[in-house]
C-alpha cells in the first residue's frame, strides 16, 4: 500500500505546502525557539543574532548548490553565480580584517581549525596552545579531542594576575619546539600581544596561529587588536561577535594559501554550503558600515558595566575583568556553583553558560565559574542602563537560587524588559 506521503510527492513531485501545513511539529518547535529568542536575555558570550538579510540568505536556492572547488576552479557546471557570491565573501574578509589570502568555506570554528592543523603540521607536531580551563578552547588540544591522538598538544596557562605568562610561554616554547603557537580563546577576557608571541615564535622557529572565534566582530569593528597582519594564520567563527550564520573561515599569509585551501578541500571538506557562505558575504557587509563599529564600541562598554557591577557587589571576577565582550565569574564566593547558577538564571529567562575557573577544583559538568557576555544583548540595543539593570537581575536569580518564586518574579521583568527590544518584529 502507498503512503499519503508518497502519494503526495508522486502527484506533484514536489511538496509545495508551507512549513504549518506539512509539518506543523517542526513549525511549532521554531515558533517557540523565536519566542524564547525574544522573550529571555541571551548572555552566554558566543551567541548572537543574525540580520534578516542573513536569515533570507541561509533560506536560499544556494542550498541547493554543489560547487566543490574554488570561484573559477570548480569541479561541477552551473557554478557561475555560486562563483559571484563566495568571491564577494572572499573580497569583503579581505577589506575588514586586511588579510592577504582568505578561504571561507570551512562549516564552523572546530573544522577550521582541524583543517588548519593538517595544513601546517604533520602526525606527532607539538602545538603549544592555552589550557582550557585557563580560557582555551576545546579544539586546542583538549584530551576528549580526536586530534589530540593526531597531534602532540601542550598546554600553557595564564598567571596569578590572570594574564598569560609570556615567560612561562617562551619557557614552554624553548623546552618543546612546538612547530606552531597558538593563541585565541573562548572564555579568556583579556587583550592579547601578538607581536610579543609572534616574536617568542620567531625565536623558536615555531609558526603561529590566531583564533579569533569570539573576539573577530570586536577586531571588525577596530576595537581589539589585529593579529591577521601578524600572524601566519587565523581562524574565527562568523556567527560570535562577526555577528554572521554559523561557519568558519581562515585567513593567512600568501605563501600558506595552497596548503590552506588543499586541506579545507579535498583535505578535509566536501562540498561548501554557498548558503551560507552567502550570509557571510552579507554580514561580511554589514561588518564593513560605520554602524557596526559603534557596535563594537558598546559590546565593550555593556562589558564593562557587567565588570563594574559585579565586582561591586562582591563576586570574584576572573583574569581581573574584562577588555573584550566576556566576563568569566567564580560565583562559590556566594554559595553557589556554577551548574547551580546557570540553572537559577535560565528560570529567571536570562541565559548563561556555566565555565571552568583556572585550575578549578570542582568538575567540569559542575564548575565554580559561569560565562557571559555582551554581544547579543548589544545587538537587542542595550546600553549601560540596561546593562545595570540586567546586572543586578542576574546577582538577584543568583542569590535567590533556591527560590522558584523569586526567579519567576525576575522572568517577568526579563519578559517586560525585552518587549521594549524586540529583535524580529516581521517574523512575528
Ligand atoms: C567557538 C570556538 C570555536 C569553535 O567553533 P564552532 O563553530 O563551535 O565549531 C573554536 N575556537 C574558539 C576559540 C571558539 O571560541
Redesign the pocket.
Known sequence: MLTKAYLCYSKKTMNKQSLQNFDPQIKEAINKELRRQEEGLEMIP?ENFVSPAVLEALGSVLTNKYSEGYPGKRYYGGCENIDIVEQLAIDRAKQIFGAEHVNVQPL??????IAVYFALLSPGDNILGMDLSHG?????GHPVTHMTKVFNFIRYKTNAEGKIDLDNLRQMAIEHKPKLILV???AYSREIEYEKIKAIADEVGAMTMA?I??IAGLIAGGQMNNPVPIFDVV?T?T??TLRGP???MIMCKEKFAKQIDKSVFPGFQGGPHENNIAGKAIAFKEALEPEFREYAIQIKKNAKVLEHQFDSMGYKLMFGGTDNHLLLIDVTTKGVTGSEAEKALDKAGITVNKNMIPDDPRSPMDPSGIRLGTPALTTRGFKEAEMEIVAGMIDRAITNFQNDEELEKIRLEVKELTAKFPLYPELQ
Open positions: 558566543s564552523s570554528g572546530a573544522p577550521a581549525n582555551g578552547h576545546l579544539t586546542h585565541g580563546y573562548s583564533d572565534a569570539h581562524t567563527t556567527h560570535k554559523r561557519g568558519g
